[in-house]
Nanobody
Framework: QLVESGGGLVQAGGSLRLSCAAS????????MGWFRQAPGKERGLVAA???????GYGDSVKGRLTISRNNAKNTVYLQMNSLKPEDTAVYYC??????WGGGEYAYWGQGTQVTVSS
């Protein structure tokens, strides 16, 4: 089970830190990702981190969002800085089903709302 927290309302230019805590099993060997879905749009991947800690980002968030993980706490984070109104969306944490980068994103959290006001 994945549980996100840390969403909320913030003004443009502000920051938020999302957390995704896993329970019931460990995901320390699984790739993890943060997705987001804005109203009327498809869910898309914004940041991912593999089992070894290497991270990748979507073009629209590079330089502003940072994904990290603490395997000892079974938790993944998304630090969001310089937020823009277009970052407004429901943010979902997900984990791949297999270790070492294998499988698909099969485990999902319930989502947390991020709203950025202009």
């Amino acid at each position: 089970q994945l549980v996100e927290s840390g969403g909320g309302l913030v003004q443009a230019g502000g920051s938020l830190r999302l957390s995704c805590a896993a329970s019931g099993r460990t995901f320390s060997m699984n790739d993890m990702g943060w997705f987001r879905q804005a109203p009327g749009k498809e869910r898309g991947l914004v940041a991912a981190i593999n089992w070894s800690g290497s991270a990748g980002y979507g073009d629209s968030v590079k330089g502003r969002l940072t994904i990290s993980r603490n395997n000892a706490k079974n938790t993944v984070y998304l630090q969001m800085n310089s937020l823009k109104p277009e970052d407004t969306a429901v943010y979902y944490c997900a984990a791949k089903s297999g270790p070492w980068g294998g499988g698909e994103y099969a485990y999902w959290g319930q989502g947390t709302q991020v709203t950025v006001s202009s």
